[in-house]
């Protein structure tokens, strides 16, 4: 990893609100005569982001788009925030957290934001037009997408399944040269919006 990288995602890591008690999973490996402790598998911080398949997509004022794919933004820096709308700590924390960053960068062309319902689980419940439904809610005049996912990712959301994700609500950060900085849960919103606004 470049060394700014390296900066910019111990910055992020050092943002992370909590890790709920699914994200600690250890695995333990034994190579010759040690053994080796590998963090959690959930999130792929440090790699290059990969192309994601989201087939539905509208923009900032629910009208349907076409999709949306991460190279539309190379250059810029990505915030992606996935959710699902019957979930609590999307409401209570996630959405709250997305409001907060949108408004403050507000106007800065360099930071692209993108709400995502990463579909795993309840797919009768987390519909598009649920999507629509949070989207309005929290007036978020972003584009927002629609992520079941398909047989190639054993039908749940594409970007839970290439970007390892451990559920919802969960925050993406991409950065400019398309490498993942930070792929976790909830963010300490007001550190996270001070390093957003050192882009430019």
Not at 34 to 63: D, F, H, Q, R
Not at 130 to 136: C, D, N, T, Y
């Amino acid at each position: 990893m470049h060394i700014k990288h390296k900066k910019i995602f111990a910055v992020l890591l050092a943002l992370s609100f909590f890790v709920t008690e699914a994200c600690t999973q250890k695995q333990k490996k034994i190579k010759g005569d040690t053994m080796t402790s590998t963090k959690n598998t959930y999130g792929i911080g440090g790699a290059k982001a990969p192309e994601w398949n989201v087939p539905l997509w509208v923009n900032g004022e629910g009208e349907k788009i076409n999709p949306i794919k991460l190279s539309d933004y190379d250059g810029k820096f990505k915030v992606v925030y996935c959710f699902q709308s019957w979930c609590p700590g999307c409401h209570s924390v996630g959405l709250p957290s997305l409001q907060q960053m949108v408004k403050a960068l507000e106007g800065n062309d360099k930071i692209v934001f993108l709400a995502v319902q990463t579909v795993f689980e309840g797919k009768e419940a987390n519909t598009f037009e649920k999507m629509l439904e949070v989207q309005k809610k929290y007036n978020l005049h972003i584009p927002f997408g629609q992520d079941n996912g398909d047989a190639s990712t054993r039908n749940i959301s594409n970007i839970m399944y290439n970007y390892r994700t451990g559920g919802t609500p969960w925050f993406i950060f991409i950065d400019e040269e398309n490498n993942v900085v930070f792929n976790d849960f909830h963010l300490n919103t007001e550190k996270a919006i001070e390093y957003l606004q050192t882009i430019k």
